[in-house]
């Protein structure tokens, strides 16, 4: 290994193997980790069957404990460990330097984007900058924080953007669009988490280097198995027929086929089927949904989806409709792509960006390109005022990027999310409210595997 150019090229497409392996999982992933925290204001619980289980309920809660699966982080170590061994053994290796710009790009990359998904979720955290090899007390840091953390990814994100200037490899490896809404995203996290007006300049720099922002015409088509990988796709990652085939969080979406009569189960004009149904949109969201519906929103029956008389259970069946498989042969099949920046992403942190500058039409300009393919209508946005606009990113922000993970986290940025899911607790008579006594409430507790394997790993103070 490390002695030739094909060696370094290899390990660095094993980078996003080990990404992927880590979004596969199938409750430490970007559902659970972000988007299920946004609560019962969002999730229910699946129609007409039993709880979700225990772990599935303490992420939706946020009634978590150190025993439960969502809290492991160790998937998105071993990414970082392969981004470390490629940063240290391909400077090695006689490269062109093309070769060598999109190895050492790529590796910072994704080394940034791991822990920008750590520092969000868990707050201090180990920083580790080279690969774990042999053994001793190298092997077992302590957590860092998470200012550390943030100063990495920063660093990692400065660096990926001198190596990376092109979208020439495509969305499936780092490219210089989806560095940049990367940078645009850490950037305006950290301007939420007070990092002062810097942060704004770094947002606008980076959403001003974007190379593309195209929309295609219908939202449907973003997702549709036979359009992977189309122009609104800044960066996912691939998954092809019979690779991860439990289908990670999206078949927690999926309804169970002895639910649904068999001439309808996955039939075009029927239900998509798999194992079970875990995860159904609250009754508050899906009538949020069918509003926006009403006044023409396309996007409606992409993200929700409901069918009468296709049960001998049940009267009506629904279930989240945008990140189903394949079922054009009848048979699930998990293939389609982890979605994790697409262009739309584009204009909603422009607006966000406008926001904070206090620059409200031009917000809603910006809202308003989403806001034009969802009804048809120019100019859907008018009120100008600083609530008004508010309410616009977080409404556009749920009708358009519902199920892909990132809802959350943008809601905690706007300062919405205790709208939708306080400081989160269930007292005795089963009742949820609001527990200020509590820090970091936000964050997910350490996982027990993490501190039974390295007791320099404290707990994330507030949990247990």
Same mark, same amino acid.
């Not at 204001?41 to 150190?66: E, F, H, I, Q, Y």
């Not at 990692?156 to 969305?171: E, F, P, S, V």
């Not at 007070?194 to 973003?222: C, H, I, K």
């Not at 982890?338 to 904070?356: D, K, N, P, V």
């Given at each position: 290994?490390?002695?030739?150019?094909?060696?370094?090229?290899?390990?660095?497409?094993?980078?996003?193997?080990?990404?992927?392996?880590?979004?596969?999982?199938?409750?430490?992933?970007?559902?659970?980790?972000?988007?299920?925290?946004?609560?019962?204001?969002?999730?229910?619980?699946?129609?007409?069957?039993?709880?979700?289980?225990?772990?599935?309920?303490?992420?939706?809660?946020?009634?978590?404990?150190?025993?439960?699966?969502?809290?492991?982080?160790?998937?998105?170590?071993?990414?970082?460990?392969?981004?470390?061994?490629?940063?240290?053994?391909?400077?090695?290796?006689?490269?062109? &330097? *093309?070769?060598? =710009?999109?190895?050492? @790009?790529?590796? !910072?990359?994704?080394?940034?984007? +791991? $822990?920008?998904?750590? #520092?969000?979720?868990?707050?201090?955290?180990?920083?580790?900058?080279?690969?774990?090899?042999?053994?001793?007390?190298?092997?077992?840091?302590?957590?860092?924080?998470?200012?550390?953390?943030?100063?990495?990814? &920063? *660093?990692?994100? =400065?660096?990926?953007? @001198?190596?990376? !200037?092109?979208?020439?490899?495509? +969305? $499936?490896?780092?490219? #210089?669009?989806?560095?940049?809404?990367?940078?645009?995203?850490?950037?305006?996290?950290?301007?939420?988490?007070?990092?002062?007006?810097?942060?704004?300049?770094?947002?606008?720099?980076?959403?001003?280097?974007?190379?593309?922002?195209?929309?295609?015409?219908?939202?449907?088509?973003?997702?549709?198995?036979?359009?992977?990988?189309?122009?609104?796709?800044?960066?996912?990652?691939?998954?092809?027929?019979?690779?991860?085939?439990?289908?990670?969080?999206?078949?927690?979406?999926?309804?169970?086929?002895?639910?649904?009569?068999?001439?309808?189960?996955?039939?075009?004009?029927?239900?998509?089927?798999?194992?079970?149904?875990?995860?159904?949109?609250?009754?508050?969201?899906?009538?949020?949904?069918?509003?926006?519906?009403?006044?023409?929103?396309?996007?409606?029956?992409?993200?929700?989806?409901?069918?009468?008389?296709?049960?001998?259970?049940?009267?009506?069946?629904?279930?989240?409709?945008?990140?189903?498989?394949?079922?054009?042969?009848?048979?699930?099949?998990?293939?389609?792509?982890?979605?994790?920046?697409?262009?739309?992403?584009?204009?909603?942190?422009?607006?966000?960006?406008?926001?904070?500058?206090?620059?409200?039409?031009?917000?809603?300009?910006?809202?308003?390109?989403?806001?034009?393919?969802?009804?048809?209508?120019?100019?859907?946005?008018?009120?100008?005022?600083?609530?008004?606009?508010?309410?616009?990113?977080?409404?556009?922000?749920?009708?358009?990027?519902?199920?892909?993970?990132?809802?959350?986290?943008?809601?905690?940025?706007?300062?919405?999310?205790?709208?939708?899911?306080?400081?989160?607790?269930?007292?005795?008579?089963?009742?949820?409210?609001?527990?200020?006594?509590?820090?970091?409430?936000?964050?997910?507790?350490?996982?027990?595997?993490?501190?039974?394997?390295?007791?320099?790993?404290?707990?994330?103070?507030?949990?247990?």
């Amino acid at each position: 290994m490390w002695t030739s150019e094909s060696d370094a090229l290899t390990a660095t497409t094993g980078i996003y193997y080990r990404l992927r392996q880590a979004f596969a999982q199938s409750k430490a992933n970007p559902f659970f980790w972000g988007e299920l925290r946004v609560g019962p204001a969002m999730w229910g619980k699946g129609t007409g069957r039993s709880l979700c289980d225990n772990d599935m309920l303490d992420v939706m809660l946020n009634t978590l404990s150190a025993s439960d699966a969502s809290t492991d982080w160790s998937y998105l170590y071993t990414t970082i460990d392969q981004c470390n061994q490629v940063l240290k053994y391909a400077p090695g290796i006689g490269m062109s &330097e *093309d070769n060598m =710009n999109y190895c050492l @790009g790529n590796a !910072r990359f994704i080394r940034a984007y +791991c $822990y920008f998904w750590i #520092a969000r979720v868990w707050g201090d955290a180990p920083v580790i900058t080279t690969p774990t090899e042999g053994t001793g007390e190298a092997i077992y840091p302590s957590r860092h924080p998470v200012a550390e953390v943030y100063a990495r990814i &920063e *660093d990692d994100l =400065n660096a990926a953007a @001198g190596y990376i !200037r092109t979208n020439a490899k495509g +969305c $499936y490896y780092a490219t #210089a669009d989806n560095v940049n809404l990367l940078r645009a995203d850490f950037a305006l996290w950290m301007y939420a988490a007070g990092g002062g007006d810097g942060y704004l300049t770094m947002a606008e720099t980076a959403l001003g280097a974007v190379q593309s922002a195209g929309l295609l015409d219908r939202f449907a088509d973003v997702f549709s198995i036979s359009n992977k990988k189309n122009k609104e796709i800044a960066f996912a990652l691939h998954l092809e027929n019979g690779e991860y085939t439990s289908g990670s969080y999206f078949s927690y979406f999926i309804w169970g086929s002895t639910q649904i009569k068999a001439e309808y189960r996955n039939a075009p004009d029927g239900v998509p089927v798999s194992s079970n149904q875990w995860f159904l949109y609250s009754d508050d969201f899906i009538g949020f949904l069918k509003q926006s519906k009403e006044l023409g929103d396309q996007r409606t029956d992409v993200t929700y989806m409901e069918r009468t008389g296709v049960s001998d259970m049940y009267e009506v069946i629904q279930w989240p409709n945008k990140l189903i498989g394949n079922i054009s042969t009848g048979t699930m099949v998990w293939e389609q792509d982890f979605i994790l920046y697409r262009y739309a992403q584009y204009y909603t942190m422009l607006a966000e960006l406008r926001y904070h500058r206090k620059d409200y039409s031009g917000a809603l300009t910006a809202l308003n390109t989403l806001a034009q393919r969802a009804y048809g209508k120019a100019n859907f946005y008018t009120d100008s005022s600083a609530a008004a606009v508010r309410q616009a990113l977080v409404d556009e922000n749920l009708k358009e990027f519902a199920e892909e993970g990132n809802v959350y986290f943008t809601l905690i940025r706007l300062g919405a999310i205790h709208d939708y899911n306080p400081y989160r607790y269930v007292d005795g008579l089963g009742q949820c409210g609001i527990d200020t006594s509590r820090p970091n409430q936000l964050l997910m507790p350490v996982s027990k595997k993490a501190m039974n394997k390295n007791n320099k790993i404290t707990q994330t103070q507030g949990w247990s």
